[in-house]
């Protein structure tokens, strides 16, 4: 991983594994003129998954260090640069203390601030097709595949006690490594200790199909393992069945999909509704640019960004 060069105009950094594959890289520029931000530039930073620490840090430095560097959005590596360079940060917002994890770099009046924004953007994501008082009316469970950051986002979003009965009545995380399974327990346990839970350390497809076979109908089926994206395959086999006139969300929105394809096979046979990660890109990306740039990107802005994403899809 080579450090970018002193930044020479308003840049944003896009921290990840393959970035120049990311649709961001057309979007940006077309985004930048829509919101007026003159003479912006997006670059990406590419990281091996799991770095040394050292390399976060030495990118957080950099971007703390440089003038015209004015922020990042962080993917894949949010857990583990939160925790490699925390100390560097002069603000960490309460889901990024909470979640261990951050996936906006910003400054403000010379500080450098970190914010996990996934909380909000998944939230924004999921208000856009689980209908209203879902979980409520039908009883429904959620099976997340994967425990990482994206999986907690998640989890504190649905699980939230604000939301009264309308949470799901139970939740199964299925994940191939203990240490994140320990932490996501950990992490529900605090959202809300009143909720059914449980924890599957699954290395094999194979399992995740024997775990999604027990699923109630209505509920909500999650890829979010990046299988389909930065890594090839899917956490199911194609064995794997789907419970009937449920949700069905594939948290990429490139690569091959072949979770989500799996769900699309089923799709008329079982009355599921299969979504892509598209809208929840959107939403993540506004959210941090937002952030960088000191600007307001709701309402009729929003609108607007998401017209121009479709058109370019």
Known sequence: MKLPEKATQPTMYFIGVTTTKSSIMKLFPLWAEALGLENAVLKGIDIDIHADPQVYRDVVEFIKNDELSLGALVTTHKIDLYHAAKDLFDYLDPYATMFGELSSISKKDGKLEGYAKDPISSGLAM???????????????????????????????????????????????????????????????????????????????????????????????????????????????????????????????????????????????????????????????????????????????????????????
């Open 127 to 313: 208000e856009a097709f689980i209908p209203a008082n879902y979980w409520k009316d039908h009883g429904g469970e959620l099976f997340v595949i994967g425990a990482g950051g994206s999986a907690i986002a998640i989890c504190s979003y649905l699980l939230d006690p604000k939301n009264g009965e309308n949470i799901p009545s139970k939740v199964v995380i299925a994940n191939r490594s203990q240490p994140r399974l320990d932490e996501i327990e950990r992490i529900v346990k605090e959202i809300n200790p009143d909720v059914k839970a449980e924890y599957h350390l699954t290395p094999e497809p194979t399992q995740n199909d024997a775990l999604l076979a027990q699923i109630k109908p209505h509920s909500l089926i999650i890829n979010a393992t990046g299988l389909g994206k930065d890594r090839p395959g899917s956490p199911l086999t194609d064995n794997g069945s789907f419970p009937d006139k449920s949700l069905v969300w594939e948290l990429n929105y490139r690569g091959e999909l072949d979770f989500m394809h799996q769900a699309l096979r089923q799709k008329e046979l079982k009355d599921l509704h299969v979504e892509d990660g598209w809208i929840y890109f959107i939403h993540g990306w506004t959210q941090v640019v937002s952030e960088v740039f000191h600007i307001d990107i709701t309402g009729a802005v929003f609108d607007r960004i998401e017209q121009i994403s479709n058109e370019t899809r």
